[in-house]
């Protein structure tokens, strides 16, 4: 399980163009997984040094990833990609491990749209979401790509954005409740910082939602693709120990109206939950 959460400004005239003053784009994010699973932290790639994110480094998975930001200074053009799974879809012939799918989208030069139609023509993969965010000097669009069911829509940009491990049109109740949460959040803070320590309240307020241990149940779709365990996955953060497994990646990612970005990532670096943190703090001028 994963849960996603984006707010794209939708500019003056809608297609996302720069607002002085305001942010760009905030995201908040969870990854739920195997705590003993291997992972790097987040940082920028040697092979792509414009691209920033973790990376996974299970054996025969190794640099694949599942949130990465990625910017082009000589075109302008900022990507972000996300993958969540879609639990409880069983995808014949599934011969591909889907880690590439965001690694390959945030190092290239392909638009989310070409990117996202080539992905479907070409799906040898387990039941995904791919969410693609690609921000111009003057426009911005974000996509949602599926293949349970297959298809490719474009964002409404008027509101915030939720994702979880379910189809669109049927948000999980925790996707539906945390969309609203975070929705306030933005409206806080809509505007750029200030001051550091309004930078600070806004990320302590993502990252206090990403933390939230509330838990929306009973939810029918929850329950329908996850029976054994819908109680234990209804909350933000999952903390599911008994499995050994949980939220153990938070990350926001913020992007103001000249393209400079803050990525701040809070992991877990042993399988303990009670240990601490490893906090990544990256800045970056796209």
């Given at each position: 399980m994963c849960i996603l959460f984006i707010y794209v400004n939708s500019g003056h005239g809608g297609d996302g163009d720069p607002v002085f003053g305001e942010y760009r784009m905030i995201l908040a994010s969870n990854r739920d997984e195997y705590y003993a699973r291997p992972a790097k932290i987040a940082e920028p790639w040697e092979e792509s040094p414009h691209v920033i994110g973790g990376r996974d480094m299970e054996p025969g998975r190794e640099g694949g990833t599942w949130l990465a930001i990625g910017g082009d200074n000589r075109t302008g053009i900022i990507r972000v990609g996300a993958l969540l799974n879609v639990t409880g879809e069983n995808k014949p012939n599934v011969t591909s491990g889907r880690g590439p799918i965001v690694a390959d989208y945030v190092a290239g030069t392909v638009s989310n749209e070409d990117y996202s139609r080539h992905l479907l023509a070409t799906?040898?993969?387990?039941?995904?979401?791919?969410?693609?965010?690609?921000?111009?000097?003057?426009?911005?669009?974000?996509?949602?790509?599926?293949?349970?069911?297959?298809?490719?829509?474009?964002?409404?940009?008027?509101?915030?954005?939720?994702?979880?491990?379910?189809?669109?049109?049927?948000?999980?109740?925790?996707?539906?409740?945390?969309?609203?949460?975070?929705?306030?959040?933005?409206d806080k803070h809509l505007k750029v910082a200030a001051t550091g320590h309004d930078r600070d309240a806004l990320v302590e307020e993502l990252l206090g939602l990403l933390k939230s241990n509330d838990k929306y149940f009973p939810d029918k779709e929850l329950s329908r693709r996850a029976p054994a365990q819908a109680e234990k996955l209804a909350s933000i953060n999952v903390r599911f120990p008994e499995a050994g497994y949980g939220s153990r990646t938070r990350t926001v990612i913020l992007v103001d109206h000249q393209n400079r970005m803050e990525f701040i990532e809070e992991t877990m670096v042993s399988t303990n939950l009670d240990d601490e943190w490893k906090r990544t703090h990256i800045e970056r001028q796209f």
């Open positions: 799906d040898t993969y387990g039941a995904f979401n791919f969410v693609s965010v690609e921000l111009d000097r003057s426009k911005a669009s974000v996509l949602h790509a599926s293949n349970a069911p297959t298809g490719i829509n474009r964002c409404d940009l008027t509101a915030p954005l939720g994702f979880g491990n379910s189809t669109m049109d049927v948000p999980l109740e925790k996707v539906r409740h945390g969309r609203k949460r975070f929705g306030d959040i933005v």
